[in-house]
């Protein structure tokens, strides 16, 4: 705990000014003070004085009391004031400031008040203590104290324990007693439980009680009165009289005031005891009268005896999070986090003491604390904070899509935690946790009122639902209060769902864009749309917005939904914005964004319904006109609120549907209610009235029975013709009219011929012969057969014949003959028998009595039951019969299969054939294809096989067979013929394949062609015509733009990289917005502009320049006005919206204007542009001199001098040369003057004019003169060189003729012409000049080289007989096939010529040139040079390169990635080198060292951005293989190489330890960690220090970690400041393995310093502890212990821990040795030896 001083709030007075109470209220926004003075101050937080007020007297007088002590409520609205004039004042303050004062409460006692609280869990209470020794409570709601424990012993102090449960005070005589407030009504609450030896003072309640006094000591009691720990500072003459104290809000923290001081106490969490963090002095302080702590404890106030008041910041540490947040330890239990934008806060405080060892933000806004047992979570926004008891490893994924709920996951479990509760939601099981796969509701609407009438009334409970996947195919929706869950099995995928805010409704999507809509409560599902790309809920209702391609589809009563709203739209659905009473559809259209309004009324009434209120719903639907959705809304609500007996409502519904009937029957109801009064829907008639609307009459005979209502109930049946019901009631109640109303029913029946209803009225009354008679009379003899029967009225053979015969005429045969055998009728009965196909018994009788005719039966008996399509019993009958065929066709008709498989073999072959066939056809419906072959092939049928194999895609069989049994003529004829047929059925995929299957693709393109599969068709285009590609897609495309479908052609356009033809297509056809799409898309942005110009200039005018500014394009808009000539235009948008434009349009109307030849309006828009020199142009253009002159002149008098040599230029234009030169004089440039007198060749008047104006140049201008008079004729073109060059040779003159030649120069003439000229200077120097033939040679040469003509220059050398310097001349011009030419025969040229083509096309990184040469190491060379990686390894393969040129190569790459920096880039390069090989060869030691060092030096952020396991895991491979070839090759490894092996082995196997988990791979971690130290020149220092402390301390080896991360805290401290030195190994100077490095690691292993800070906090608390050892122990205890691998042995080391290895436990295994158990539990999890990476198994 640090104290730290912030400010003084009360400055100090001259003398005594006591501060008497302090007391911070639980808001944390007020502190209240007060003095000697009786005022009470009120400070802010921020320590401002905001508000004072001063305390009353308990009786009018003088004021001469003291106020003890305050305390505020735990609401912070009310303050309590103790004073010694024997009362308790409670004021009323308020929670904002400028709130009225009031007191509300007071409590006069007959003694001072000497102390007061006011406990946290005590609302309405206060507790106060007195000078008598009572301890009183005052209860404000009555106004009334009561005592809470009497004592003999003035009250010196009270004080509540944290959380307000309890209060403990102190007394003169030293007694000390507890009384806990939940104890008070189950016996004696107040408890002594200890006797101080002083007066205690200062008294304090948190973790423990603290208790000092004037003796110097302070003690520390536990509950029940134990002394914890004491402090004594008897012997510390600073030390005086203890006077006051108050815990932290955690109770972890105490101050004790002292004399000019105040003493710190802090509870040790591991160790539960209490620490002296130190005294905090302050001179001139004197005696402290009062403390206070914020209830946030992060501020601590000081209160003195000289009025000063001192403010202290208190805390552990503080930190900042990311630069937004501050984080402010103030405990390890309690951490207030801060926003640094605006200040808002929360207070991260465990519930259960726990310490906080770790905290993120996410989002800005959620805050997570971890902690040892528990997990914390909070809300910036709405300030609630939870924490659940949580024992997760840390390693848990949160999901915030939801701002009333955490959705914490892990190890596939789910949980959710709503933010303010202290327990877990909910929990379930999933593996899909993305925003689309998952939907919490919590909350989100009320629940639907538990009264219809009153929606206000209060919630029937809280709603919180999440609906999740269990699978991808199931999804599981659970009500997290009710614990209820509803499952929703698909078909297909899910890659959707959402529920409605009320969690009632789920939608969901599939793969195959399906939309479904599942109810929750009635859990019936429906699909909605069979294409979906969007669908959304509208916030805050039950309203669907989905799309369906082209369509918005809205459902308004997603209870109806077949009654859904279309509307046509052109783009995607991007999002639904609701707000200000409007919803809209928002849809991106491609260049804009367009939205659709929807019906708010609509919306409105699904959300009234929702919370029914229907009155509100009446009102949204009486203003709708009536269409489908409003019929739908109106039952909609008449079912909701006949559902709810709404009986007014219903009928309005009725009313409006047209229902009237059902409307004036309402109506009816309507006034019963009215007239019961109080009873309403509760009274009889009302009841039984609906129970007859709904059908149910027997409630509604309940309802009047009950209310002895017989008549009515009567009359009720009667109405609904349900007359014998009305009799029974009439009989149950004994209703007088009961016999006539049975008369008159039986009547009733017999007059509307009901003669079955009659009779059986009569059986009932057993009046059997008048219901057999009625019977037969109604034509139903079977019925009165059946009273015969069981009557047993058998014996009246006349009653039986009469029966008989009716029921022959009625065409119960059966039956009658039943009656005929009983008769004894034999014969007759037979024939009814089989007239009425009663065979079973006609073949009995038959058996008994006609024994011939049984056979004739069955067949007959089969017949009828095939006719019966009774077939598979047909076949036995058949079968009786000995009739074989029908059986056959029975049985094949029953699909008895096997029986008619059965029953062919007996028949010959040619009659076995159709039956064959059928029996092939049904084994190839059910897919039993083999069964089917061996019947078609066995009714000759090959060609339906191969049909059938062919329909079924099984291609190879259909093949095999039909190349067994056909001609491959044959097999092409049936494959074409079948597929044609399947074509013609519309299955083109199976026709395509029988048509690729038989080699014909062109037939498959052209049946998808014509068949309009126009994507098909490319697609095989693209396989077996690639060259048609292109040209088919542009056949495509012109014939779909030609029907009109243009969509399509431009797909096929663009595919055929002709996008500029899609572009004019839609320009040509008026559709511009789809061309800008198609050339911003596939062109950029410009040639989107450029599309946009094209439409502007289409529209024309001011609409095009309107265009442009809408698609803004502003700019080129203006420029677009500009050149169409509208300037005003161009101005208007200019001077609005791009003033910068303005000068420009000023200079492009100028110009307009001059062209329009109006130069006076064009001068003044140049002058406005600023453009005065363009004026003037323009009036030298006109020869307007004198307009020129003037705006010269006038805006740029430095253009003077233009004007008058444009003038003198006109002037000699017309020959006026004396006008001429006086204006170049005029204008300065006599120069000019000259010049043009020159041009003109009148050199008289230019010697005149430079022998007056330019003497300086009168010889130049003389040689000039004389040169042109001697030259006169010869000019500077080839026939004229060549004609000079002719001349001198006729003169015989060879110099001056080479001379003339030579002066043809490079500028003057092109290459060839002059390669022409200079061949006859070398021509006349060799034959004629041989003096200057070498120097002639090389100076043309030389030209020849300067205008790259090398190969001439070549050959002009050859000839010079100089062939060296011409082999160099054709190289340097890269003239290869004459430099071999050249070099012909002779072999040095030759290499030298190859040497530097080579070098060359290395320099070309001309690789391809370097293969056909065969140089394939160049060829590699260049692609590593130019980095071209993905080609050299291509070419590698390609040329099957030898193994260590890929390592060669990789090496090189490896460098190239260290010399890049490493990093991340590492993992790169070490999978190259694990991939393709690494060079075994020490010259690569210093690349091998720093890859390892690299990888193995990463801090731990940097591991975690890399895949750092991967990484180590391939770099030990790599260096194994390079030590096992070193090896082989030279029989010894290099020891660094060595070194390096073996730290990256070790690190490896620590990584696999880690990964694999459980108790003994940490077990094998940590004595690997052990083993790493050793390489700390490898790795640095810092990490393997770290590494092996956490996991010692996480296998609870304490000692062991306090001294390695001892160590390591030493080392951090040393790289922060950059010395070594700082570094004390005494702790490992015995520890001979661990070799001592003053070489520092460039960074921190963990660069957050908070992580390192943590370290650091942990080792200290350790320090304290006397229970651990700090220091290693001796090297013969260590043997078998985790301290072995520390030091030194002369054992074999084991190849899996690097610890030494007992000759008991060695185990010798592929040349390495291990510790037996230690390697069996490696390989028991890894599967594989730990070093050489070859599959094992444990050999224990």
């Known amino acids: 705990m640090q104290l730290t001083y912030m400010q003084s709030l009360m400055q100090a007075s001259d003398g005594i000014h006591k501060v008497t109470a302090l007391a911070y209220s639980p808001s944390d926004k007020r502190l209240a003070v007060c003095t000697v003075d009786r005022i009470v101050t009120l400070f802010d937080e921020n320590g401002e004085k905001r508000d004072k007020f001063s305390t009353k007297p308990a009786d009018k007088g003088p004021k001469n009391y003291v106020v003890r002590a305050m305390a505020f409520s735990p609401d912070s609205s009310r303050l309590a004031i103790a004073q010694s004039d024997n009362i308790v004042f409670v004021y009323k ?126 003690v520390f009691y536990d509950q029940d009165g134990g002394v914890e720990r004491t402090f004594d500072y008897s012997n510390d003459p600073k030390c005086k009289e203890f006077s006051c104290a108050a815990f932290n809000p955690t109770g972890e923290s105490v101050v004790v005031g002292n004399f000019d001081s105040f003493y710190t106490y802090t509870l040790n969490n591991r160790t539960e005891t209490w620490d002296d963090v130190g005294v905090k002095s302050v001179p001139n302080l004197y005696t402290v009268t009062a403390l206070a702590w914020k209830h946030d404890g992060s501020r601590l106030a000081v209160g003195a005896l000289t009025g000063v008041l001192d403010q202290y910041d208190a805390c552990i540490r503080r930190s900042r999070y990311k630069g937004k947040f501050e984080f402010t330890y103030v405990s390890l239990s309690q951490v207030i986090v801060k926003r640094l934008s605006n200040g808002t806060r929360i207070i991260l405080k465990s519930l259960y003491g726990c310490e906080i060892t770790k905290i993120n933000i996410f989002q800005d806004r959620y805050v997570i604390g971890n902690t040892s047992e528990t997990l914390l979570l909070g809300d910036l926004e709405t300030l609630k904070l939870s924490e659940v008891q949580w024992h997760a490893p840390g390693k848990e994924k949160f999901v915030f899509d939801n701002p009333s709920v955490c959705m914490v996951y892990h190890a596939g479990e789910l949980s959710l935690i709503e933010y303010g509760c202290n327990e877990v939601l909910g929990s379930v099981r999933t593996e899909h946790i993305s925003g689309h796969l998952l939907s919490v509701r919590i909350n989100e609407r009320p629940p639907r009122q538990a009264s219809p009438d009153d929606p206000n009334a209060p919630p029937e409970g809280e709603n919180k639902q999440i609906a999740y996947l269990l699978d991808t195919q199931t999804i599981n929706v659970k009500d997290l209060c009710a614990q209820a869950n509803a499952t929703v099995n698909h078909d297909s995928k899910v ?66 939904p077949d009654q859904v709203t279309v509307h046509q739209i052109r783009g995607d659905v991007e999002e639904i914005e609701r707000g200000d009473g409007r919803t809209e559809v928002i849809v991106d259209e491609g260049i804009s964004a367009a939205s659709y309004l929807l019906d708010e009324a609509l919306i409105q009434f699904g959300g009234a319904i929702d919370d029914r209120d229907y009155v509100k719903a009446i009102e949204i639907l009486e203003t709708l006109e009536m269409s489908p959705e409003a019929e739908g809304m109106w039952r909609q609500l008449s079912d909701q609120a006949m559902a709810h007996s709404h009986i007014a409502i219903a009928e309005r519904c009725a009313a409006a549907l047209g229902d009237v009937s059902r409307a004036r029957y309402l109506h009816r109801v309507n006034k019963k209610v009215t007239e019961a009064g109080d009873i309403g829907l509760d009274h009889w008639s009302v009841r039984a009235s609906m129970a007859i609307l709904q059908k149910d009459l027997r409630q509604a005979e309940d309802v009047l029975l009950a209310q002895g209502q017989t008549d009515d109930t009567i009359a009720m049946y009667k109405t609904v013709h349900q007359f014998d019901e009305a009799i029974a009631v009439a009989e149950s109640r004994k209703h007088p009219d009961a016999t006539r109303m049975r008369q008159d029913y039986f009547q009733h029946l017999l007059d509307t011929r009901q003669e079955e209803k009659a009779a059986m009225f009569k059986e009932n009354e057993q009046d059997y012969d008048k219901a057999i008679s009625l019977y037969l009379q109604g034509g139903l003899p079977a019925k009165a057969a059946n009273v015969i029967k069981t009557r047993n009225m058998m014996s009246n053979t006349q009653l039986l014949d009469r029966v008989a015969t009716a029921l022959t005429s009625a065409g119960l045969h059966d039956r009658a003959g039943e009656f005929y055998e009983e008769m004894d009728q034999l014969q007759r009965a037979l024939d009814s028998y089989q007239k009425g196909n009663a065979y079973r018994q006609a073949v009995e009788l038959s058996r008994r009595h006609f024994p011939s005719q049984v056979v004739e039966l069955q067949e007959a008996w089969g017949d009828w039951l095939v006719s019966q399509k009774q077939i598979d019993m047909a076949i036995n009958h058949y079968i009786e019969a000995n009739c074989s065929t029908k059986a056959i066709e029975a049985a094949l008709n ?95 995929k199976e026709a395509e394949r029988l048509y690729l299957t038989v080699n014909e693709p062109d037939l498959a393109i052209n049946m998808y062609k014509k068949q309009r599969k126009y994507d098909a068709m490319v697609r095989l285009v693209a396989s077996y015509r690639k060259e048609l590609l292109k040209e088919t897609h542009q056949f495509l495309a012109q014939h779909l733009e030609s029907e009109g479908n243009l969509r399509e052609a431009e797909h096929h356009y663009c595919e055929a990289g002709e996008w500029l033809s899609a572009v004019n297509m839609y320009r040509s056809n008026d559709v511009w917005d789809e061309a800008i799409r198609v050339a911003k898309l596939h062109g950029g942005v410009n040639a989107s502009k450029r599309v946009a110009y094209a439409w502007a200039l289409a529209l024309g005018g001011e609409a095009g320049a309107k265009l442009l500014t809408k698609l803004g394009l502003i700019e080129p808009a203006i420029e677009y006005a500009m050149e169409s000539g509208a300037f005003d235009h161009a101005f208007e948008l200019a001077r609005s919206s791009l003033q910068r434009k303005l000068p420009e349009i000023h200079l492009k109307h100028a110009l307009y204007l001059e062209d329009e030849e109006k130069y006076n309006e064009a001068e003044d828009e140049f002058i406005n542009a600023n453009k005065p020199r363009e004026a003037i142009d323009m009036y030298v253009h006109q020869q307007d001199w004198a307009n020129a002159m003037r705006v010269a002149e006038t805006y740029d008098p430095s253009a003077v001098s233009d004007v008058y040599v444009a003038e003198a230029r006109a002037a000699a234009d017309r020959n006026e040369y004396p006008r001429a030169e006086e204006l170049f004089l005029m204008a300065s440039k006599p120069e000019l003057a000259l010049a043009m007198y020159q041009d003109a060749q009148m050199w008289h008047e230019a010697l005149a004019l430079t022998q007056t104006h330019l003497p300086h140049k009168l010889a130049e201008v003389n040689m000039a003169y004389q040169s042109a008079q001697a030259s006169r004729g010869t000019g500077g073109s080839k026939t004229d060189f060549l004609a000079t060059g002719r001349m ?39 034959t004629e000049l041989r003096s200057r033939y070498p120097e002639v040679v090389m100076e043309v040469t030389r030209r020849l080289r300067e205008v790259r003509r090398h190969e001439a220059a070549a050959e002009i050398l050859r000839e010079a007989q100089q062939l060296e310097s011409a082999v160099e001349c054709a190289m340097q011009g890269e003239c290869w096939e004459k430099a071999r030419e050249l070099a012909q025969g002779q072999r040095a040229l030759e290499d030298r010529v190859e040497k530097a083509y080579q070098s060359f096309l290395v320099n070309a990184e001309n690789t391809d040139g370097l293969l056909e040469l065969g140089h394939t190491d160049a060829a590699l060379d260049v692609l590593a040079k130019g980095k071209e990686w993905d080609r050299l390894w291509e070419m590698t393969t390609k040329n099957r390169c030898a193994a260590p040129v890929l390592a060669k190569y990789a090496a090189v790459r490896m460098q190239q990635l260290l010399d890049e920096g490493g990093g991340r880039r590492l993992d790169e390069g070490v999978r190259t080198l694990f991939k393709y090989g690494a060079p075994a060869s020490l010259q690569y030691m210093d690349m091998y060292r720093d890859v390892t060092k690299g990888v193995l030096g990463r801090n731990r952020v940097q591991e975690e951005e890399a895949e750092q396991a991967r990484t180590v895991e391939c770099l030990r491979d790599v260096l194994y293989k390079v030590s096992t070839a070193l090896k082989g090759s030279s029989g010894g490894v290099d020891p660094e190489l060595e070194q390096l092996l073996m730290a990256t082995h070790y690190a490896n196997l620590f990584n696999k330890c880690q990964t694999e988990g459980g108790r003994d791979m940490a077990e094998l971690a940590t004595k690997i960690s052990i083993t790493l130290l050793r390489y700390n020149t490898v790795i640095p220092s810092d990490k393997v220090f770290y590494q092996a402390g956490m996991i010692c301390k996480e296998q609870n080896q304490t000692n062991l970690a306090f001294v390695l991360l001892n160590r390591y805290v030493d080392l951090t401290e040393a790289i922060e400041e950059g010395d070594a030195g700082m570094i004390d190994n005494a702790d490992f100077s015995a520890a001979t393995n661990v070799p001592f490095t003053d070489v520092l690691p460039k960074g921190q292993y963990l660069p957050e310093e908070s992580e390192r800070e943590g370290v650091r906090d942990w080792v200290l608390s350790v320090c304290m502890d006397a229970s651990v050892d700090a220091a290693l122990p001796p090297e013969g205890q260590a043997q078998g212990t985790i301290y072995a691998g520390l030091y030194a042995s002369d054992l074999a080391t084991c190849i899996v821990t690097g610890f030494p290895v007992a000759k008991r436990d060695e185990m010798q295994v592929n040349n390495s040795v291990a510790n037996k158990r230690d390697w069996n539990l490696l390989v028991s999890k890894t599967k594989a030896c730990p070093w050489t990476g070859k599959a094992e198994s444990p050999a224990w």
């Open 495 to 560: 890659d959707w769902l959402e529920l409605n805010s009320r969690g009632n409704l789920l939608l969901f999507r599939d793969k195959r864009r399906h939309l479904h809509l599942y109810d929750t409560e009635s859990q019936t599902r429906h699909t909605l749309l069979n294409f979906c790309t969007y669908v959304q809920w509208v916030p805050e209702s039950d309203v669907v917005v989905a799309q369906n391609r082209s369509n918005l589809c809205v459902w308004y009563n997603i209870h109806a």
């Open 894 to 988: 029953a699909r008895q299969w096997v029986k008619a498989a059965q029953f062919i073999e007996n028949l010959d072959t040619e009659s076995a054939k159709p039956y064959h066939k059928q029996l092939a056809r049904h084994y190839e419906e059910s897919k039993q294809l083999e069964q089917a072959e061996k019947f078609y092939v066995a009714a000759q049928a090959t060609q339906l096989a191969v049909e059938m194999y062919t329909k079924n895609n099984l291609w190879e069989k259909a093949h095999k067979l039909a190349t067994s049994y056909m001609s491959e003529r044959e097999v092409g004829m049936l494959y074409i013929s079948q597929a044609q047929r399947m074509e013609a059925q519309g299955k083109l």
């Open 1288 to 1326: 001198w040779e006729n003169s015989k003159q060879w110099s001056n003729a080479v001379d003339a030649y030579l002066n043809a120069r490079k500028d003057a003439l092109p290459a060839d012409e002059l390669e022409e000229i200079w061949e006859c200077a070398v021509r006349i120097a060799r």
């Open 93 to 218: 303050l308020g929670l904002e400031w400028g709130d009225k004062k009031s007191i509300c409460n007071k409590f006069l006692q007959s003694s001072p008040i000497t102390a007061l609280v006011w406990p946290m869990s005590r609302p309405n209470e206060v507790v106060y203590g007195l000078a008598e020794g009572k301890v009183k409570i005052g209860v404000l709601r009555s106004n009334k104290p009561a005592t809470l424990y009497t004592t003999d012993s003035y009250v010196v102090a009270i004080s509540p324990n944290t959380d307000g449960t309890g209060t403990v005070s102190a007394h003169l005589d030293g007694s000390i007693h507890r009384f806990i407030f939940a104890e008070a009504g189950g016996g004696a609450a107040n408890t002594k439980i200890a006797h101080h030896p002083c007066v205690p003072y200062a008294l304090a309640w948190g973790h423990n009680i603290v208790v000092a006094g004037n003796d110097s000591q302070v």
